[in-house]
């Protein structure tokens, strides 16, 4: 960020308090590069902080149009040309090389899609795992709580997390139906059963 030399300030609002830019609807890329713009002369760069494969284009276009009144940081690797970002926050292992068995079975096409051609530059950071809120002390918090309720159970417990369907992976009823299958196929061997859903997970499912 110093080697640009931008002094990054949040958005002032009409009454004086700072702001993100959670008052722009839907990432108008035209209403942000306009308040960049407006902005920057007097109270510097606007910081925009994206995140996600959704929010790649919209990201790039608003550096694009307002480069010298935005900084933008891209959190996950955006897959592409890692120029069109101030700084890109990525996980570590997304660097990690394709095994020689994946490198025959994926074909050549997609392979930059899952894993970089190009080395982490200087205005790349990798972290450990992807971002998150979770600390020592939540997992030491959640350690307890849980050892209350589960300590109790018969042993062996299995646990089943479900999610919610993606562009990818498109479920319905009828995969529940298949779990549950497959649930009563193994829940004799199991001292205790517990499924968890996700907020994402469809009433019917």
Known sequence: MAGRGKKLVPLPTENGHSAGLSSVLEADVKNIVRMAKETSEKDGP??????????????????????????VVQIQHPRSRLDRFDMVIAPQHDYYPLTPRAQEQVPRFLRRYITPREPPDGHVVLTVGALHHVDSAALRSAANAWHDEFAPLPKPLLVVNIGGPTRYCRYSTDLAKQLINSLHNVVTSCGSVRISFSRRTPEKV
């Open 46 to 71: 606007l910081l925009v902080v994206a995140s996600g494969r959704d929010t790649i284009s919209i990201a790039s276009s608003i550096r694009r149009l307002a480069s010298e009144s935005v900084f």
